[in-house]
């Protein structure tokens, strides 16, 4: 099992040589898996290896075992473990979003932050989740129920800036027959048997009704889905690299009628990045001289906030803005966005304007 972990990890370039490797570990199956491979795997490679607990403060004494588990295991196998305590209730509260995403934006802020602690800039470290084959086809069913786009079809990916997945080739039950045959210690959170989340509603039901219907498995099916998908958002995120840098001007801000010569596929992507990379330096107070970090880091920190805040029906306005402007139809235009952003069109530049 080892060695097909080891062959999507070399497969997809996922590990830098004498990087720094955040391995987020629950306890659950799938990461102490995970971890175990790891722990293996930096015998024949050079990384270090560091494991991160979070202990979302949720459920209690089973909460302190899973800490309790993954920092015996980690002691015992001599691995770097660092563990950290967050209020996931009152974040998500502050936050204004559910449990499931407040808990989801603790973890990755977290490890991106000991990561950057230990490795520096954001090419000497990796953060590693456990998400496996059904996870994955749980999300691309997920992103389909509400509407996803082409990104969305793809679902969880195997490299996705730092963040790495090296179970993302295993089924579930490959994971527990392995981790039964090295004898894993591991704890089952309770909360994944309850339809209170979405996620647990699809994989419990949907699916096996999907089976049922089918008269076979639809996982395989669906991740295919999403590595076709994969390949084509591929193409048009290249396509649309290139034309960001034909349409970012000097000033920093986005030249209007190099947005308008693409197909709105392309400008979608190309104002969805330039809206990414805007709130990026408003939140962390970047400059243009360490752009490249914010595209690694300072995105994946507010990618949460960015991407609920920048929807279709948006960009779309945008889209319908930039061409009337074009035409036009006011030069002049203004577009009120969530979260206090103004979309801003004036002398044939586009820019985003945030509140303090």
């Known amino acids: 099992m080892f060695k097909k972990i080891a062959s999507t990890c070399e497969g997809r370039r996922m590990i830098p040589q004498g990087a720094v490797v955040v391995a987020g570990v629950s306890g659950g199956i ?8 790891l722990d293996y795997y930096r015998s024949q490679h050079d990384f270090n290896l560091i494991a991160c607990h979070l ?13 309790f588990l993954v920092e015996s295991y980690c002691m015992e196998h001599t691995i770097s473990y660092v563990s950290v305590r967050a209020d996931v209730p009152k974040l998500a509260d502050v936050w204004g979003v559910s449990l499931e995403q407040a808990g989801r934006k603790a973890r990755r802020d977290t490890m991106v932050r000991i ?17 496996h084959m059904d996870d994955r086809a749980e999300s691309i069913l997920m992103h389909v129920g509400r509407g996803s786009g082409l990104a969305g079809l793809v679902g969880i990916r195997y490299v996705d800036g730092v963040f790495i997945r090296p179970l993302l080739d295993l089924r579930l039950k490959e994971i527990e027959s392995a981790a039964a045959e090295l004898c894993l210690p591991w704890r089952e959170d309770e909360t994944n048997r309850s339809d209170e989340f979405l996620r647990n509603r699809v994989r419990r039901h949907l699916i096996p009704a999907w089976r049922d219907v089918l008269g076979y498995d639809p996982v395989p099916s669906i991740v295919r889905l999403g590595d076709a998908a994969e390949g084509d958002e591929q193409a048009l995120a290249q396509w649309a690299d290139a034309s960001y840098r034909d349409a970012i001007l000097p000033d920093g801000k986005l030249s209007v009628s190099s947005l308008a010569d693409h197909p709105p596929a392309i400008t979608k992507r190309v104002l969805a990045r330039y809206f990414d990379m805007s709130m990026a330096k408003h939140m962390v107070g970047a400059t243009r001289d360490n ?9 994946s920190q507010c ?5 609920r805040s920048l929807s279709s029906t948006h960009l779309e306005r945008l889209i319908d803005g930039i ?16 979260g206090d952003v103004t979309a801003r069109i004036s002398n044939g530049r586009l820019f985003f304007i945030f509140a303090k």
Request: proline share 1%.
């Open 303 to 307: 990618r949460s906030v960015v991407r």
């Open 55 to 67: 202990n979302h403060m949720i459920r209690g004494e089973d909460a302190d075992l899973d800490e």
């Open 323 to 338: 061409k009337k402007s074009v035409e036009g139809e006011g030069r002049e235009r203004s577009f009120s966005l969530p």
């Open 291 to 299: 752009s490249e970090e914010i595209s690694i880091v300072g995105e």
């Open 115 to 131: 990561g950057i602690e230990y490795a520096g800039r954001a090419e000497r470290y990796r953060i590693a989740f456990a998400h």
């Open 30 to 37: 799938d990461s102490m898996l995970m971890l175990a491979f």
